[in-house]
C-alpha cells in the first residue's frame, strides 16, 4: 500500500511564476491537509479538503494560492505569481476521515519550492 | 486561540543518554496531543498520541510521552537515545473540530558518540 505520494519532490520557479504542487493520497483516504514549513519553523496549517470541497482553508494566505481535491486525480495547491517568501516546503497529509482526533493523518515527503 | 510550545529549539544528548523534549499547550478543552518526528529531507511520522485513559502514553521506537493536565504539558521522553534518533521532533494538538493540527516550532535533536 503506497504512502501519501507528492511531486515534485523540488521545485524551482522564477519571481511571478506559478507553482503548481501535487498530492496523491493513501489509497482509501479521501480527506487533505496541506501544511507549509517555512526553514526553522514548525509546520503551518493551511487547507483541509475533502473530495471536490474545500473544507477549511483559514490558513491560506488570501491571494496567489489556491487548492483543490477533483473527484479524480490528486490534490492540487497552486501559487500564482511566486514571490520569495513563498520558498518553503509544502507537505501534504491524508485521512480516512476528518477526525484527527480518532484517526491518523499520514504525510508525504513534501515538496521543497525555491523562488528565485 | 490554541498554540503548541516547544521550549527548545536543539537539545544534545549523549548515545545511550536519556531523553526528553518539552512540550506545553494552551488549549481550552481536552487536548488531543501528538509528537511527530521529521527526519531531514523527510515527511513527518507519528511517534504517538493522547486522546484520554491513561496519561503515559507509549509509542514506537521506544518513545513515551506522559500527559500533565496541571502543568498544560506533554514531554517526550526514551530512556536510551540511539544515534538513528538525531532527527527533528514536534509536538502538536488536534483542534476541536478534530482536524486542524497545530504544530509546535520543533525541537531539534543532536545526539553525539
Known amino acids: 500500500n503506497a504512502g501519501v505520494m507528492q511531486n515534485p519532490r523540488h521545485l524551482v520557479r522564477r519571481r511571478g511564476q506559478e507553482a503548481r504542487l501535487r498530492c496523491s493520497p493513501m489509497?482509501?483516504?479521501?480527506?487533505v491537509y496541506w501544511y507549509r514549513q517555512l526553514p526553522e519553523e514548525g509546520l503551518k496549517f493551511m487547507v483541509y479538503?475533502?473530495?471536490?470541497?474545500?473544507?477549511?482553508e483559514s490558513g491560506m494566505p488570501k491571494e496567489r494560492f489556491s487548492a483543490e481535491f477533483p473527484k479524480e486525480g490528486p490534490s492540487i495547491l497552486r501559487i500564482q505569481q511566486v514571490v520569495r517568501g513563498d520558498s518553503a516546503a509544502y507537505f501534504c497529509a491524508s485521512s480516512p476521515s476528518g477526525t484527527l482526533s480518532t484517526d491518523t493523518q499520514y504525510f508525504g515527503p513534501g515538496t521543497r519550492l525555491t523562488v528565485l | 486561540a490554541q498554540s503548541v510550545t516547544q521550549p527548545d529549539i536543539h537539545i544534545t544528548v549523549s548515545e545511550g543518554a536519556s531523553l526528553e523534549l518539552r512540550c506545553n499547550y494552551s488549549?481550552?478543552?481536552?487536548?488531543?496531543l501528538f509528537w511527530y518526528v521529521q527526519s531531514p529531507g523527510q515527511g513527518l511520522q507519528l511517534l504517538l498520541k493522547y486522546f484520554s485513559g491513561d496519561t503515559l502514553v507509549q509509542g514506537i521506537k521506544g518513545f513515551e510521552a506522559e500527559f500533565k493536565r496541571s502543568q498544560s504539558s506533554f514531554n517526550l521522553r526514551k530512556p536510551s537515545v540511539h544515534w538513528s534518533d538525531a532527527a527533528e521532533y514536534f509536538c502538536a494538538v488536534v483542534n476541536t473540530g478534530g482536524f486542524k493540527t497545530i504544530f509546535g516550532a520543533g525541537t531539534r535533536l543532536f545526539v553525539k558518540a
Open positions: 488549549y481550552g478543552a481536552t487536548p488531543y
Open positions: 479538503l475533502q473530495k471536490e470541497n474545500i473544507i477549511d
Open positions: 489509497k482509501g483516504h479521501s480527506h
